[in-house]
C-alpha cells in the first residue's frame, strides 16, 4: 500500500491571472487624439474614463497651489466642465503624446484664463458631468507629505501612484471572480514591495498548499500586474514605445 501523498494545492492555481502576449491595440488616448477625425461621441467616453480615473492628481496639483479645499474642488470640477461639454477635442495638440502632460497643461491653462468666468457659470447653476466628493478628495490631501514637492512634482507622484492603485485593484478583482481571494490577500505584498519577512510557507500551510505552489502564483501574480500596467500605461500614450519611458518616469516620481 503506498504512502498517502500530501495535497500540494497546485489546483488552487488552475484559473490564476496569468499573463499574456503583449499588445498595442486602440487606446481610450488615441481615440481622443483621433477625435477630430470622425469617432467624436467614442472620444468623448474614452477621455470621461481617463478623467474620472486620474482626477485627484489634478486636485492634488490645485492645493498645492494654494487653493483652498472648496475653490480647489470647484477649480477642478470646472475644468472637467469645460472640457468635456465643450467638446474641443479636435484641438488636442498630438504632439503632447502623453495625456498626463496634456491634462496638466490644460489645467494651467484653465486655472489661467478661464477661472472667473466658469466660476460665474458655475455659482449660478448647472451640472459638472464628473463629480468630485470634496470630503474624500480633501482626506486624501491631508495624507499627503508634507515636505517641499512643487505642485507639477506632486501631480506626477499621485499620477503614479493613483495608477499603481487601479492597477492593483483591477488584479484583486480578476482574482476575486476566480475565487483566489484569499490567494491574493496573502500575496498582495510581493506585488507593492510590502511583503516584508513573508514566508512562503506559512502562506502554504494557511491555504493548503505547498511551498513551491505559492512560489508559482506569486511569480503569476507577479507576471499578471506588471501586464495590467503596461495596459494601463498603454491607455495614456500614443505610441507603444512610449510605454517603457513612462514606466521609467512612473517610477522616478516615486523616489
Not at 88 to 94: H, I, Q, T, W, Y
Request: net charge negative.
Amino acid at each position: 500500500m503506498s504512502a498517502p501523498t500530501r495535497d500540494t494545492g497546485e489546483d488552487a492555481l488552475e484559473g490564476l491571472p496569468r499573463a499574456g502576449p503583449r499588445k498595442f491595440s486602440t487606446t481610450r488616448w488615441s481615440l481622443v487624439l483621433a477625435a477630430g477625425q470622425g469617432t467624436p461621441s467614442e472620444a468623448h467616453e474614452a477621455l470621461s474614463t481617463l478623467c474620472r480615473l486620474y482626477w485627484y492628481p489634478l486636485y492634488a496639483f490645485t492645493r498645492r497651489q494654494g487653493r483652498g479645499p472648496e475653490d480647489a474642488c470647484d477649480l477642478v470640477q470646472g475644468f472637467f466642465t469645460r472640457l468635456l461639454e465643450k467638446n474641443d477635442l479636435a484641438g488636442v495638440d498630438r504632439q503632447r503624446g502623453r495625456f498626463r502632460t496634456w491634462l496638466l497643461a490644460s489645467l494651467k491653462h484653465y486655472l489661467i484664463n478661464e477661472w472667473d468666468k466658469e466660476r460665474a457659470q458655475k455659482r449660478g447653476g448647472g451640472l459638472t458631468p464628473l463629480s468630485i466628493d470634496a470630503e474624500t478628495a480633501e482626506g486624501l490631501y491631508q495624507h499627503e507629505p508634507s515636505h517641499d514637492l512643487t505642485p507639477e512634482k506632486l501631480y506626477e507622484r499621485r499620477w503614479a501612484l493613483t495608477l499603481l492603485e487601479h492597477v492593483l485593484s483591477t488584479l484583486e478583482q480578476e482574482c476575486a471572480r476566480l475565487g483566489r481571494q484569499p490567494l491574493f490577500e496573502k500575496l498582495r505584498g510581493t506585488l507593492t514591495g510590502d511583503a516584508g519577512q513573508l514566508r512562503y510557507t506559512e502562506v502554504g500551510e494557511a491555504l493548503g498548499m505547498s511551498e513551491g505552489a505559492v512560489k508559482v502564483a506569486a511569480h503569476r501574480l507577479r507576471g499578471r500586474y506588471r501586464e495590467l500596467l503596461r495596459e494601463e500605461i498603454a491607455q495614456t500614450v500614443e505610441r507603444p514605445e512610449d510605454i517603457e519611458d513612462e514606466i521609467r518616469l512612473l517610477l522616478v516620481s516615486l523616489e
